[in-house]
């Protein structure tokens, strides 16, 4: 949304965060496998700053987001939260934490009690850190003027209210302890091309104002390039590159978001019509098994043998710009020895050396 | 020219409730030819579902009024009865749903399913029937479809449960194929996927398709013919490259213009339009679009036909505002400035 993002402290730090959910069989409940939704992912979000996140579905953002929240423990790892670790708290110390850190959820008819009024849904969080009543009408009614309702709204039910109006109450109740981190999951991909753009515009103007830091995790590579000022791309629980907005979309480096960009629809058929798409086959593996060495590279066009054996570390390629790849693409000779030097990581080839294995525009497979 | 499967004119849907009528689908007309792709274009409420449920006589019910007429290659499917329908609903027209989590049947295998499809129209017996649905698979490209075959469709995965979709809908080699926003519930990866096995499917098996989707950019690279729909209406409908290069109805530039693009650089902030979808109860008099359109004049309270107004036949939309003035006054929108003066 703006480059405030230099030089901030960082609110949030991820420090090799891992979440596994064990899944258990038997009548003793023995632990037979785990699901590794996160695994060793770290990053920092600096204060002012929106990070998008994207990724599949089964990628493990979801997981992330709530794990940053702390709606779940990490299995392994830290969360530090304005210099504090909170990735062991308890419930009891984690309340006044919940003050500065809220969440918008993706499905506006799923995340309002139906049976609750407006002001009592967004009055709730308020009411639990003790706000007096009297202050809590006038409070609410303010927010609900501030995400663009009116104050009227405040004895109506939910089902009275239209999708888009649904998660602008969503978006109240959030902001309604003056939160400092906002992580919004899917905020708009429950909604509507035109209500769509409104919410954006809305959380721009919101950000601003109460000068918020999000965390925004979307599967839309178009509405998460409009709002972040950096983005991380997840795979199979792997955070695989991680770099400033325009940057990731004008010269990505992993392949898998070389694919991911090609297979965001453009509203414009000549354009569609021409340029190379990499349609990637099959469906992301299973998180329970994850494929040896580089998670991507049985979708991975340009996979070679060191792709199944070594797992790439996430490699800084200046300008902030990391990812995990074996093969990096839109990278010069220059950029590429020196991080030869720095690290024991050796990326295979420049970009003038990674060649597809595949054809780019490859239909989907002929009948055998 | 070639053969003119579907030929629905002036249809209306309108559903009698507690509120009063709601007029879901209120006067609409296309065609579709064989080999060709439509693509239905609209917000949710815009009446598109309904309207392709109705070509399949899905929408019958009590409460439901119909006008107008769909034909199917020259039979009325409104008026049809029953066994009539049931011939052609699943045999010569078929439907791919939204949601391939609850629109599969989660106590029977995607076996049994598909081969269910086959045996109501067809007499098969149910080792040829099980063939033929180990062939659909492999056609919309399961893997190991010998075993899967026997799957349940939790065992699935949401791509592979829509291609599953895929597979039931060509069982019995129809010449209609209706995609409700097959790829809504898919990530972008697995629509591309989608789209080009509906885009070669359409060939292979020489049929017709009609795409409805909220998305501009999926019908973009498909369809060959577009209608844009709105609170029950049709605004606009032009072929593909006329209605992304010279867009006529201002609800069509402000479709195209809230999109966030990848092929433009980042802007400051999004067109968005203003307020919400009227009701379909009490819809506005006149335009129907007026209340959200910063164009609005006089005139939009007389509610205007559809009709050709530029150069090229065949590019019909419902505005008043001469063409001269939509080319000059569409520009700040289309290029996603915020507010359309």
Same mark, same amino acid.
């Given at each position: 949304?703006?480059?405030?993002?230099?030089?901030?402290?960082?609110?949030?730090?991820?420090?090799?965060?891992?979440?596994?959910? =064990?899944?258990?069989?038997?009548?003793?409940?023995?632990?037979?496998?785990?699901?590794?939704?996160?695994?060793?992912?770290?990053?920092?979000?600096?204060?002012?700053?929106?990070?998008?996140?994207?990724?599949? +579905?089964?990628?493990?953002?979801?997981?992330?987001?709530?794990?940053?929240?702390?709606?779940?423990?990490?299995?392994?790892?830290?969360?530090?939260?304005?210099?504090?670790?909170?990735?062991?708290?308890?419930?009891?110390?984690?309340?006044?934490?919940?003050?500065?850190?809220?969440?918008?959820?993706?499905?506006?008819?799923?995340?309002?009690?139906?049976?609750?009024?407006?002001? !009592?849904?967004?009055?709730?969080?308020?009411?639990?850190?003790?706000?007096?009543?009297?202050?809590?009408?006038?409070?609410?009614?303010?927010?609900?003027?501030?995400?663009?309702?009116? =104050?009227? &709204?405040?004895?109506?039910?939910?089902?009275?209210?239209?999708?888009?109006?649904?998660?602008?109450?969503?978006?109240?109740?959030?902001?309604?302890?003056?939160?400092?981190?906002?992580?919004?999951?899917?905020?708009? !991909?429950?909604?509507?091309?035109?209500?769509?753009?409104?919410?954006?515009?809305?959380?721009?103007?919101?950000?601003?104002?109460?000068?918020?830091?999000?965390?925004?995790?979307?599967?839309?590579?178009?509405?998460?390039?409009?709002?972040?000022?950096?983005?991380?791309?997840?795979?199979?629980?792997?955070?695989?590159?991680?770099?400033?907005?325009?940057?990731?979309?004008?010269?990505?480096?992993?392949?898998?978001?070389?694919?991911?960009?090609?297979?965001?629809?453009?509203?414009?058929?000549?354009?569609?019509?021409?340029?190379? %798409?990499?349609?990637?086959?099959?469906?992301?593996?299973?998180?329970?098994?994850? =494929? +040896?060495?580089?998670?991507?590279?049985?979708?991975?066009?340009?996979?070679?043998?060191?792709?199944?054996?070594?797992?790439?570390?996430?490699?800084?390629?200046?300008?902030?710009?990391?990812?995990?790849?074996?093969?990096?693409?839109?990278?010069?000779?220059?950029?590429?020895?020196?991080?030869?030097?720095?690290?024991?990581?050796?990326?295979?080839?420049?970009?003038?050396?990674?060649?597809?294995?595949?054809?780019?525009?490859?239909?989907?497979?002929?009948?055998? | 020219?070639?053969? %003119?499967?579907?030929?629905?004119?002036?249809?209306?849907?309108?559903?009698?409730?507690?509120?009063?009528?709601? $007029?879901?689908?209120?006067?609409?007309?296309?065609?579709?030819?064989?080999?060709?792709?439509?693509?239905?274009?609209?917000?949710?409420? !815009?009446? $598109?579902?309904?309207?392709?449920?109705?070509?399949?006589?899905?929408?019958?019910?009590?409460?439901?009024?119909?006008?107008?007429?769909?034909?199917? $290659?020259?039979?009325?499917?409104?008026?049809?009865?029953?066994?009539?329908?049931?011939?052609?609903?699943?045999?010569?027209?078929?439907?791919?749903?939204?949601?391939?989590?609850?629109?599969?049947?989660?106590?029977?295998?995607?076996?049994?399913?598909?081969?269910?499809?086959?045996?109501? &129209?067809?007499?098969?017996?149910?080792?040829?029937?099980?063939?033929?649905?180990?062939?659909?698979?492999?056609?919309?490209?399961?893997?190991?479809?010998? +075993?899967?075959?026997?799957?349940?469709?939790?065992?699935? +995965?949401?791509?592979?449960?829509?291609?599953?979709?895929?597979?039931?809908?060509?069982?019995?080699?129809?010449?209609?194929?209706?995609?409700?926003?097959?790829?809504?519930?898919?990530?972008?990866?697995?629509?591309?996927?989608?789209?080009?096995?509906?885009?070669?499917?359409?060939?292979?098996?020489?049929?017709?398709?009609?795409?409805?989707?909220?998305?501009?950019?999926?019908?973009?690279?498909?369809?060959?013919?577009?209608?844009?729909?709105?609170?029950?209406?049709?605004?606009?409908?032009?072929?593909?490259?006329?209605?992304?290069?010279? =867009?006529? &109805?201002?609800?069509?530039?402000?479709?195209?213009?809230?999109?966030?693009?990848?092929? %433009?650089?980042?802007?400051?902030?999004?067109?968005?339009?203003?307020?919400?979808?009227?009701?379909?109860?009490?819809?506005?008099?006149?335009?129907?679009?007026?209340?959200?359109?910063?164009?609005?004049?006089?005139?939009?309270?007389?509610?205007?036909?559809?009709?050709?107004?530029?150069?090229?036949?065949?590019?019909?939309?419902?505005?008043?505002?001469?063409?001269?003035?939509?080319?000059?006054?569409?520009?700040?929108?289309?290029?996603?400035?915020?507010?359309?003066?």
């Amino acid at each position: 949304m703006s480059e405030r993002s230099n030089g901030g402290e960082p609110l949030v730090e991820v420090k090799h965060v891992k979440k596994y959910f =064990p899944i258990r069989k038997g009548v003793l409940g023995r632990e037979v496998a785990a699901v590794h939704a996160v695994d060793d992912v770290t990053f920092a979000v600096s204060e002012g700053e929106t990070l998008g996140l994207v990724g599949e +579905s089964g990628c493990g953002k979801s997981t992330l987001g709530r794990t940053i929240v702390r709606l779940l423990e990490p299995t392994d790892g830290n969360v530090v939260f304005e210099g504090r670790d909170i990735s062991k708290l308890g419930a009891r110390a984690l309340r006044p934490l919940r003050r500065e850190m809220q969440m918008i959820f993706q499905d506006p008819y799923a995340s309002l009690n139906p049976r609750q009024r407006v002001g !009592s849904i967004i009055g709730t969080p308020l009411k639990i850190h003790g706000v007096a009543k009297s202050e809590r009408r006038q409070r609410v009614q303010e927010l609900l003027e501030t995400v663009g309702l009116s =104050p009227e &709204h405040y004895n109506r039910f939910p089902h009275e209210f239209s999708g888009g109006q649904r998660q602008r109450i969503g978006v109240a109740r959030a902001l309604a302890l003056n939160p400092k981190l906002v992580v919004a999951d899917e905020p708009v !991909s429950a909604l509507d091309v035109s209500i769509q753009s409104q919410m954006l515009n809305l959380l721009d103007d919101l950000q601003k104002e109460l000068s918020l830091t999000y965390i925004f995790i979307a599967h839309d590579l178009g509405v998460v390039r409009h709002v972040s000022d950096r983005i991380a791309v997840m795979y199979l629980g792997k955070l695989v590159e991680l770099s400033p907005a325009e940057d990731l979309y004008q010269r990505p480096i992993m392949p898998y978001t070389e694919a991911l960009l090609s297979a965001v629809p453009i509203p414009d058929p000549d354009l569609a019509h021409a340029r190379e %798409r990499i349609v990637l086959q099959g469906d992301v593996p299973s998180p329970i098994n994850p =494929p +040896s060495g580089c998670r991507f590279h049985p979708r991975c066009r340009y996979m070679t043998d060191i792709c199944k054996e070594v797992e790439p570390p996430l490699v800084d390629y200046g300008r902030g710009h990391l990812a995990a790849c074996h093969h990096p693409l839109n990278v010069d000779r220059e950029t590429l020895e020196r991080v030869r030097v720095s690290k024991s990581h050796t990326p295979g080839s420049a970009d003038e050396g990674a060649k597809p294995r595949k054809p780019g525009k490859e239909r989907a497979r002929p009948i055998p | 020219m070639a053969e %003119r499967l579907i030929e629905v004119t002036d249809l209306k849907v309108q559903f009698a409730t507690e509120d009063g009528m709601v $007029k879901a689908v209120d006067g609409v007309s296309f065609e579709l030819e064989r080999g060709k792709v439509l693509g239905i274009v609209g917000e949710s409420g !815009s009446g $598109k579902s309904v309207t392709a449920m109705t070509l399949l006589g899905l929408t019958r019910d009590q409460n439901t009024r119909f006008e107008g007429e769909v034909l199917y $290659k020259g039979r009325d499917v409104l008026t049809m009865d029953e066994g009539e329908l049931q011939e052609v609903r699943g045999n010569e027209m078929s439907m791919i749903f939204q949601d391939p989590m609850t629109s599969l049947n989660p106590v029977y295998t995607i076996g049994a399913q598909i081969c269910e499809a086959i045996q109501v &129209h067809e007499r098969a017996d149910k080792n040829t029937a099980r063939r033929r649905a180990i062939d659909l698979l492999k056609q919309v490209g399961i893997p190991n479809a010998d +075993s899967r075959v026997d799957n349940y469709p939790h065992e699935f +995965s949401g791509g592979m449960r829509q291609r599953a979709m895929i597979a039931m809908a060509l069982a019995c080699n129809p010449d209609v194929l209706i995609a409700d926003e097959p790829t809504t519930a898919l990530d972008v990866t697995i629509q591309a996927q989608i789209i080009e096995l509906i885009d070669r499917l359409k060939d292979e098996f020489n049929s017709a398709v009609i795409l409805i989707t909220h998305d501009l950019g999926v019908v973009a690279d498909v369809a060959d013919e577009i209608v844009v729909m709105y609170a029950g209406r049709v605004v606009e409908r032009a072929h593909t490259r006329q209605l992304f290069y010279d =867009p006529q &109805h201002p609800y069509t530039w402000g479709l195209l213009g809230s999109i966030p693009r990848l092929d %433009r650089p980042k802007q400051e902030r999004l067109h968005s339009i203003k307020g919400t979808p009227p009701s379909l109860i009490n819809a506005p008099a006149g335009c129907k679009f007026r209340p959200r359109c910063p164009h609005a004049f006089a005139k939009c309270t007389e509610e205007p036909p559809l009709e050709n107004r530029v150069e090229e036949p065949g590019h019909l939309d419902r505005c008043w505002l001469s063409v001269e003035e939509k080319r000059r006054l569409r520009e700040p929108t289309l290029a996603g400035a915020e507010e359309a003066a």
